[in-house]
Each structure stands twice: as C-alpha cells, then as structure tokens.
C-alpha cells in the first residue's frame, strides 16, 4: 500500500489532549507520523483536509446490526456503509439477535461479517444470559475467548437480583463488563412513553422515570458488593446519573453512557404519534434532558453511542402503543453531539473524546486514538457545514431515525479504515 | 497434652496432636488391613449405628468395613427405611438411639449442625460422617494421611483445594486441618464457587487455575455437583472444564512431584479428565479410599477408648 498524506487538517486526538494545526502521515494502513512539516514521501498521495478536522474513528459502543435474524432491517454490510457515512470506524454489536450471542462460533461470525466489509470493526457483545432469557449465565468464559467485547441481554434489563449477583461475581473472573438496560422491567412493563402529563394527554401507557434509578442503584449495590464491573447504557435520568456519579466517587466498577436523543430531544418529540421518536427507554422530560447534557461536560457519562436499532415500515407504521421502539442512529451520531459543542455546551474535543478514546476505554480496547503505530482508523468532519437529516435519504438501510427533517451543523468529509479511504 | 474428644464432630478447633494422633494410629491400621490380621476384638460387644440422612455408598461401606474390622457390631440405618420419613424429628430419634445403647454413632446429615446437635443428647460418640455444608472431619483425616504417607508430612507443604468450595464440606474440614498441621492453603474455583470471606478462614483465593496450581505440592480437586448449573452458578460443563477442569496443561503449572486428589465420586470431563484422574504417577484417588478405611478404624478406636466415652 502506498503512502497517503493528509495535510492542512486540525488533529484532534482527546486521547493525548491533541488539537494543533498539521498533517497525518498513513503507510501501510498505520499512522506513520503526525505533526507539523512531515515532508512528503515520494509516491505518497496527498489529500487536502480543507481545514477541516481529522480524529480518530469514531467508537459506537451500542449498535445493533441486524445480523443474525434481522437482515431485513440491516445488515453488516448495510450497517457498515451508514456507519463510514457517520465517521464511525468500530461498533459493539448487541447479542439479543436471533439466535442471540451466546454460542462462541456466532461471536466469530459476527467478527468475520464485520472483516468482510473492510471498513467497519465489528466487536460482538456476548449475551449474559443464553437466548437472553434473563434465566441461566452464558458461557461468558468461552464468549470472552471467542472475542466477546463485554456481556448484555442488549434492550433486555437484568431483572433478577440474584442473576445480577452472580454475573457480576462471575464475570471478574474473565474482566468482563456487564452492560445493563437500566429500566426495572415490572415497572417498564407495557409501557410506551416517560410517565407525566404527556402520556397522561395522549393517553398512552407510562414508564415512570424512577424505573431506571432503581435499577441504577440497585445494580451499585451488587458491583460494591461483588466487586463487578457494571456499565449502564442509555442513561437518561437525572437521578440516575446522580447515583452514577456518587458510586463514581466512591470508586466503584461503575460506567455509563447516553445516546444522542437523550440530550438532544425531549418527550414531546413523540408529539403527533411519531413513533421513530418511539425509543426504550423513552424520551423523558426537558429536566432529565438538560441533566443528560450537564453529565456530558462533567464527566459523569463516560460515552456517547449511537443506540442505532433498526426498524423497518412494519415494526413503526402501528399505532403508537403498538409501534417497535429504537431509532437508527449511525449517520448522525457525531452531528447531534456536534450540536452539543454548537450550543456552547460542550468543547469539541469533550465532545469527540465522548466519541472516541472514551468508549475505547469502556471497552477495554485499543482504538480510538490517533498515537503513532496504530491502524489509520480515521474520521474527517467539518465541523461549520449543513446538512439535513431526511428519513429515506439516509445512508444504510434503516430510516427510522427521530431526527427526521433536522438540519445538522458538522458534516463527516472523509473516513478511513486501516488506510483505506472507505467514506468521501 | 490435649483433652481426650467424646465426639468427632468438626477438624475446627482441634489441636495438632488430637489429630497426630488419630493419623499416627491410622498409620499401623494401613499395615495390619493389608495383612488382613486387624485386632478384631478390639471392639467386641461394641455397637456403630451408621445414619446417614444422605446417600452415600463409599463413605458409609468405609466405616461399616472400619467397624466389622474392629469387631463392632455394626448396624445401617437408611432414611429410606427409618421413621425419620415418618416424621420423627431428629430429637426423638436420639431418644430411641440412647434406649438402644448404641456406643459408636456415624452421622451423615443434610444439614450443618445436626450431629452437633444429636451429640448434645445421646450417650454414644457422635462421628460427623459429613454434615450439610459444614464439615466431613474423617474425609480430611484421611486426605492428610495420604499426603503424610506420600510426602512424608504436612509441615511447609502448598495445598491448592480447586472447584466448588462453596458448597464443600469437604474443602471446609481440609482447610482446618491443612492450616492447623502448618500447610499453606489455597482455594481455587470461579468468584461463584468460592464463599464470601474465605480469606478469613487463613486461605488464598485465586480464581485462575493456572496461578493457583503454580508451585504447589497437592491438588485437591472437589466435585462439582449438576446442581451448580441448573442453579447458575457456573454456565456448562465445558465451559467449566475449559477453565477449572484438572488436566494435563493446568496440573503442569503444579511442583513436579505434586498430588493429584479427589475425594469422589469423580465426574470425569467436567472437574477432573481421566488422563490425570488415572495417573498412577500423579493420582493418588485409589489410596485415598484405602486410607479412608484406616482412618475410621483409628476415629473407631480412640473415641471408644477415650476417657471421655468411659
């Protein structure tokens, strides 16, 4: 492979606190140098970054792919050309498919699916539970040696106390995370919309917000208990992100992360019976929201995933109540948190660290940074140019997105994958 | 010197020449059993009443063979055919034992405590022949001789007891032992199998075979129960062979000369694999059980010529 040279970019590199003026150096799918006045190789390709920023790829640690069983809804492949579009470089898959996660040989297949696109890492979550029944432990040893990133019964809560207490003991033994969907299922059951006069009006079943702060505290007991590593996902209450900081303080195992519609939308998105605004948990009060975007700043929220499901026309064209919930989320990942920095909320590079290094670090895994020596996994964004999100012009196959007609400022120019340009 | 013992109810709280002795005793049975000329007078006119609450063939044919070797009369009573079924409490049956004059009796209950409890209310010596998740005082007795016979003793000796200590009494009665008679104890088994505080016992946990066999001298593997899966604890059987069964790869990381023991009955392919289970260089399972016999002869003779049973 020749040698490629990105010039006139700003690096941003939240890993090591870089953010200079200067050029990237690729060769042989690796980040050979970065700096400023690299010189040009001979045969290097050079590219003209515009001024434009140049970070790491991004690091989606919630995406659900569609394989196996959904591949109506998505596909690696497909999941892979909206996730290049969205700059995003590596995924964590969710387990709860059909068949779920839980044998060895399916976690190699969805690495293998993931290699086979060339431009999407794709890292499986292995199901906690066989079938993600919530019944019996998988084999969470044998998962973690197959690859398995972390342990998840996906959009599926861990209700049981006990089963909870058992994963987080077994799972220290193999340093393995458990990813909860924080939401206490007797309380969620039925629900399809937060609790409170919205619902009250649209006369739909509600889900109390305290759903998800109880479990939240519950499971800071098991970890400090057991001594586990707990992360939870999709948080989007400020009382639960208040417990979360506290266990945080008092140095617990204790992880968290948010999807953009959680600090970007409230409950009256669902207004007019949108139902690609339909999501679990659902969308809550503006309080919970505007706590949802202080514990980006403050560290609070370790990550920011995309919480991409896809639905096709017959999972949301029902009646509200009826409608599947999730939302596709991949391609506008980076300009939602974008708005964030925009608002004057959030520094930029608060902002892709949320989308980068720190996911990575959730995860345990290498990428997510610009160092010299690593794979040239490499996302390009104008952080100033607009674009409108439409359902139906989105790339990848799902379109059920709850940011449909909204215009974005930040716009993906370039991805690379390894060193090959697989977006721009 | 320590006080004579009416009863054998738990290693806990024995001192070290209490169970020298019963071991230096057991010693001259091994002998005498191989020669088939044992004292059979030695318990004439004495009566064992084997109880066992539980199932257990090795355990209870072990002390009915240690009893009839020392001519005792020996008597089993099964729960299947007791008016324990018939809803006798545990009390009453006492009573009915202490009217029989039984001297020697060898329990075996579901719950921790119970011989404790009949010890407290029949005339006899109450041998724990296992209770609940408590203790098994003969099954460590003769697990150290065994490592006595084939180390040469149990001082400065690294003992790594692997698998379900949770649920062992087995693992219980041998850490009290092991940690009285100056052996180093380790515990080894998945966070789900090893109980809260075990450090607090004197003991090493480690939940990675290989770290936790490194070095050491005896591998004491326990048996794992199906129960274990169908209650969660542990995933499958081959997930747990993969990573807490006993094979040629993780007794490697062991001293060279290292035991292999198992106090059985062995569930071969999930905690032990049979290439190591039949080692005649490393598995010392076999003499294990002979040793068992022996053991429970010395327990037998002591405690009826104890001057606490006089």
Redesign the interface.
């Known amino acids: 492979m020749t040698a490629t040279l990105i010039q006139n970019v700003r690096l941003l590199d939240p890993a090591t606190g870089l953010d200079q003026p200067g050029e990237l150096l690729v060769r042989e799918g690796r980040i050979a140098d970065l700096g400023t006045g690299l010189g040009r190789p001979d045969g290097a390709d050079t590219i003209d970054g515009g001024g434009a920023i140049l970070c790491p790829g991004l690091v989606d640690m919630r995406v659900e792919v569609g394989e196996p069983g959904g591949e109506f809804r998505e596909t690696v492949a497909s999941a892979a050309v909206a996730a290049a579009a969205g700059g995003i470089t590596t995924v964590a898959a969710l387990p709860d498919s059909k068949p779920a996660i839980d044998d060895p040989a399916l976690v190699r297949l969805l690495r293998a699916r993931g290699e086979e696109t060339g431009s999407l890492t794709v890292l499986p979550y292995g199901a906690l539970t066989k079938g993600c029944r919530g019944e019996d432990l998988a084999e969470i040893g044998l998962l973690r040696e197959a690859g398995a990133v972390a342990f998840t019964d996906g959009a599926r809560a861990i209700g049981s106390a006990r089963l909870m207490r058992l994963a987080l003991t077994y799972a220290r033994r193999f340093e393995a995370k458990i990813v909860q969907h924080p939401e206490e299922p007797t309380l969620a059951e039925g629900g399809a919309a937060t609790e409170g006069e919205l619902a009250t009006r649209l006369g739909l079943p509600g889900i109390p917000p305290e759903a998800e702060a109880i479990l939240v505290a519950r499971d800071i007991a098991l970890a400090r208990m057991t001594g586990g590593a707990v992360h939870f996902a999709h948080v989007s209450t400020a009382s639960a992100l208040a417990l979360i900081r506290h266990a945080k303080e008092e140095g617990l195992f204790v992880t968290c992360d948010t999807a953009p519609p959680y600090f970007d939308l409230n409950e009256t998105a669902i207004g007019d019976w949108r139902t690609f605004a339909k999501l679990s948990p659902p969308l809550r009060a503006d309080a919970d929201r505007q706590a949802v975007a202080a514990a980006l700043l403050d560290g609070t929220i370790d990550a920011v995933a995309s919480d991409h499901q896809p639905r096709d026309a017959d999972d949301k064209r029902l009646p509200f109540a009826q409608a599947a919930t999730g939302g596709a989320g991949l391609a506008t990942l980076l300009g939602v948190t974008l708005a964030q920095v925009h608002g004057g909320a959030l520094p930029v590079i608060r902002a892709i660290e949320l989308l980068t290094a720190a996911p990575a670090r959730v995860l345990g895994i290498g990428a997510g940074t610009l160092a010299k020596g690593a794979a040239a996994d490499l996302c390009l964004f104008d952080p100033e140019r607009v674009w409108q999100v439409v359902s139906g012009n989105l790339p990848g196959r799902a379109q059920n997105t709850p940011f449909d007609g909204r215009a974005l400022e930040g716009k993906v120019m370039g991805t690379w994958k390894a060193g090959r340009r697989v977006f721009g | 010197m320590a006080p004579p013992q009416k009863h054998l109810l738990a290693i806990e709280g024995m001192y070290p020449p209490q169970i020298a002795a019963y071991l230096d005793l057991a010693e001259s049975f091994v002998l005498l059993n191989r020669t088939g000329k044992t004292p059979r007078d030695r318990l004439r006119g004495r009566t064992l009443i084997n109880m066992f609450f539980e199932d257990s063939t090795r355990t209870r044919v072990s002390f009915e063979l240690a009893g009839k070797r020392l001519g005792a009369d020996v008597i089993n009573m099964s729960v299947a055919t007791s008016s324990v079924n018939k809803g006798e409490t545990l009390l009453d049956t006492a009573a009915t034992l202490n009217a029989m004059n039984c001297d020697l009796l060898v329990i075996r209950h579901a719950s921790s405590g119970a011989p404790a409890l009949l010890a407290q209310k029949v005339e006899a010596a109450v041998i724990n022949a296992g209770d609940g998740t408590h203790e098994h005082p003969t099954q460590a007795l003769l697990d150290a001789l065994t490592i006595r016979r084939r180390l040469g003793g149990l001082q400065g000796l690294t003992v790594a007891i692997c698998g379900d200590v949770l649920h062992s009494r087995v693992a219980r009665s041998n850490i009290f032992l092991l940690s009285a008679m100056g052996s180093r104890v380790r515990v080894v088994g998945?966070?789900?199998l090893i109980p809260p505080a075990a450090e607090r016992l004197g003991v090493e946990v480690f939940?990675?075979m290989a770290a936790g066999l490194d070095g050491v001298d005896v591998v004491m593997m326990l048996r794992l129960q199906q129960e274990r899966m169908t209650r969660?604890?542990?995933?499958?059987a081959?997930?747990y062979f993969?990573?807490y069964g006993l094979d040629e790869a993780k007794l490697a990381h062991a001293a060279p000369h290292a035991l292999v023991m198992h106090p059985g009955p062995m569930n071969r392919g999930v905690e032990i694999a049979s290439t190591v289970a039949d080692d005649p260089l490393r598995s010392v399972i076999r003499e294990q059980v002979e040793m068992g016999v022996a053991v429970r002869m010395a327990v037998l003779d002591l405690l009826s010529t104890s001057g606490a049973n006089q």
């Open positions: 998945p966070p789900t939940h990675d969660g604890l542990v995933p499958s081959r997930e993969r990573f």
